[in-house]
């Protein structure tokens, strides 16, 4: 019988636009590159609005720089989100660092940080 994990990856994987990689090899390990706490709090968070503008494709996987730091998407960007004009921002929630966008609030994409 089908776990409710298994069917969960079934549809990200059925998802994802051809040429993403399954992302949650990198990072996922307890490798997890860390924003220092001083840099955290001057540039992320709820307050710190920004649009990716310029996102890239490096080893299949979108990536876009923020405030010195290069992400990483672990999952598909939404087909409705737009990647210059609506506003971002960056959180960490649950030791993981997230997108969530200001106008689909209740929606967040994984992040990693890449070198």
Known sequence: MEKPQEREQGRHEQARPQGQVQGRTEGREGNQRRIPDRDFHAHFGREHHFA????????????????????????????????????????????????????????????????
Do not use: H
Not at 63 to 77: K, N
Not at 92 to 101: A, G, I, K, R, T
């Open 52 to 115: 990716p503008g310029r996102v890239q494709v490096y080893g299949g996987r979108p990536q876009f720089t923020y405030s010195g730091f290069v992400f990483a998407l672990v999952e598909p960007w939404p087909a409705d989100w737009a990647y210059d004009d609506d506003d971002y921002y960056i959180d960490y929630v649950d030791d993981e660092y997230w997108l969530y966008s200001l106008r689909y609030p209740g929606v967040r994409l994984e992040l990693i940080i890449v070198d």
